[in-house]
């Protein structure tokens, strides 16, 4: 389990043909805002992808992806995941976290939950939640980094 100010050694994700993918290494040198979250999860695809797509565009040092935890043995397609967005592409890298192994490890409390990681691969931050509490939580963190 990951703790705030410690670093992470990685973050295993698979993209959409089920490669995995270790986004520290994948985005190395940069910042990483990950969302941790789930379609079916209204306070995610209501309110958290939306802000995380407004933070992509206020905050071009931070890299934001987005990471479908699955709870059940079904796979989740690119369609679905695309399925809650009004345009036809991705705002966003989105990647699989088929076995909520990720979920797991930043001892997530539900969904959303969102996980801020320094350029040196330094856990800043884990925030939980997609209201206005949760929000300006998070708007702190990333004013915060360097």
Same mark, same amino acid.
């Given at each position: 389990?990951?703790?705030?100010?410690?670093?992470?050694?990685s973050i295993i994700v698979q993209d959409f043909n089920g490669n995995p993918i270790d986004l520290l290494k994948k985005y190395e040198?940069?910042?990483?805002? $990950?969302?941790?979250?789930?379609n079916k999860c209204l306070g995610c695809t209501g309110r958290a992808i939306p802000l995380a797509y407004e933070l992509q565009k206020e905050n071009e040092a931070v890299q934001v992806v987005g990471i479908h935890t699955n709870f059940t043995n079904a796979k989740v397609t690119e369609s679905e995941i695309k399925s809650i967005f009004t345009i036809d592409?991705?705002?966003f890298p989105i990647f699989?976290?088929?076995d909520h192994s990720v979920y797991?490890?930043?001892?997530? $409390?539900?969904?959303?939950?969102?996980?801020?990681?320094?350029?040196?691969?330094?856990?800043?931050?884990?925030?939980?939640g997609s209201q206005e509490g949760a929000q300006n939580r998070l708007f702190y963190a990333l004013q915060q980094l360097d």
């Amino acid at each position: 389990m990951n703790k705030e100010n410690e670093a992470v050694e990685s973050i295993i994700v698979q993209d959409f043909n089920g490669n995995p993918i270790d986004l520290l290494k994948k985005y190395e040198g940069k910042a990483i805002l $990950a969302i941790i979250y789930n379609n079916k999860c209204l306070g995610c695809t209501g309110r958290a992808i939306p802000l995380a797509y407004e933070l992509q565009k206020e905050n071009e040092a931070v890299q934001v992806v987005g990471i479908h935890t699955n709870f059940t043995n079904a796979k989740v397609t690119e369609s679905e995941i695309k399925s809650i967005f009004t345009i036809d592409e991705l705002p966003f890298p989105i990647f699989l976290d088929e076995d909520h192994s990720v979920y797991d490890q930043f001892d997530s $409390a539900g969904t959303p939950q969102w996980i801020l990681i320094t350029k040196d691969g330094i856990l800043s931050r884990s925030i939980f939640g997609s209201q206005e509490g949760a929000q300006n939580r998070l708007f702190y963190a990333l004013q915060q980094l360097d």
